[in-house]
């Protein structure tokens, strides 16, 4: 189905629909969700694909992504994205975590998986630590700021006192190529 005309021609209009309204949303996410739309509608009315693209509007199906986008966004903030468990964006954890990647790369020998496993555990343990600072079971677990999350930041901040730098992507990227890896598509 990917390889049709249809096919083709539905994707870039709808990646030019969501465009005009500001919604960012990857281009194999709305290829894949083209495909399977266009397969259901197909499937259920007992149709042939080609003739299930004289269905498809484009502008409609940019309106909806769109919607589901913003909504999944404003969701996002009301369950506080951002919050604990998850560190706080400017997160001195966060910016460490982000500085190691670079370093992490050159250590596998670019082995992608490695370095994300290891930015995963080390994510999922800044949040843990985030949203248990007042667990019980933890004492005497984390070292001289103990419980103090504050006390945390305050110690990764005096070691890395430039950590907003790991928030800005042109910095990031430019540390990923001193690795001597990037990320290139095929």
């Not at 103090?148 to 110690?155: A, I």
């Amino acid at each position: 189905m990917r390889n049709t005309k249809a096919f083709k021609e539905a994707l870039v209009e709808t990646l030019a629909e969501l465009a005009r309204r500001g919604v960012s949303v990857g281009p194999a996410t709305v290829a894949d969700t083209i495909e399977k739309n266009i397969g259901t509608v197909a499937e259920q009315w007992g149709i042939q694909v080609r003739s299930a693209w004289r269905y498809f509007d484009p502008v409609a199906f940019a309106d909806r992504l769109a919607s589901n986008v913003r909504a999944f966004e404003e969701s996002s903030a009301e369950r506080g994205a951002g919050q604990p468990p998850m560190p706080p964006v400017g997160n001195p954890e966060l910016a460490v975590i982000l500085a190691g990647v670079p370093d992490s790369l050159a250590q596998t020998g670019g082995d992608l998986y490695g370095v994300i496993v290891n930015v995963a555990v080390n994510a999922w343990m800044a949040g843990h630590i985030h949203g248990e600072d007042g667990c019980t079971g933890c004492e005497e677990s984390r070292g001289p700021a103990g419980h103090d999350w504050h006390k945390r930041m305050r110690t990764i901040t005096e070691l890395q006192p430039d950590i907003h730098k790991w928030f800005d992507r042109d910095v990031w990227t430019r540390a990923v190529n001193d690795s001597g890896f990037s990320v290139t598509r095929r």
